[in-house]
């Protein structure tokens, strides 16, 4: 009787962790798609086109004379794939998210503390004109 018991909870064990890496392995193309995407230019931003957040993030490289590189989750059929495995890149599920050569910033509040820190600047080795400006 224990030995079938513990039978029975290796299998649930054996089956838990083959689900898990189903789910794991499932989100492994984006993943690749997401890695690529940063690595393949200066200024990364995972969006979505109505996200008041992500404008202003894209504010503040408009503001340094930046064009980064946008992917507007919501406007392609496998946005929700690609937000699920930069959630797990990066450990957060909003947007927007901000890469500068290919080192997370993290989300408009980061990104803005970068730009009034002049961190921003330094890290695109750009000058600032103006440090008034708020977002
Ligand atoms: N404090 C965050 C706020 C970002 C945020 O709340 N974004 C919303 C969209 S405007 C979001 O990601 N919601 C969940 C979703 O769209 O899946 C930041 O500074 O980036």
């Known amino acids: ?33 997401v890695k690529k995407t940063i690595s393949s230019h ?16 894209k504010a503040v490289f408009k503001e340094l004379n930046q064009v980064p590189y946008v992917i507007e989750l919501d406007e392609r ?6 937000q699920d495995a930069l959630a797990e890149i990066v450990g957060r599920r909003t947007v ?8 997370h910033i993290g989300g408009s509040d980061d990104t803005v503390e970068a ?5 921003l600047a330094k890290l695109l080795g750009v000058e600032m004109d103006d440090k008034g400006d708020e977002f």
């Open 115 to 119: 730009y009034e820190s002049g961190d």
């Open 42 to 57: 200066e200024i990364v931003i995972f969006s979505k086109s109505y996200c008041p957040y992500c404008r202003r993030a």
């Open 96 to 103: 927007p998210q901000v890469f500068i050569n290919g080192k």
């Open 77 to 82: 059929d496998d946005g929700r794939d690609i």
């Open 1 to 33: 009787m224990a030995t079938r018991t513990i039978v029975s909870v290796i299998a649930v064990i054996i089956l838990a962790a083959s689900l898990c890496s189903v789910s794991s392995s499932s989100t492994a193309p984006k993943a690749a798609f």
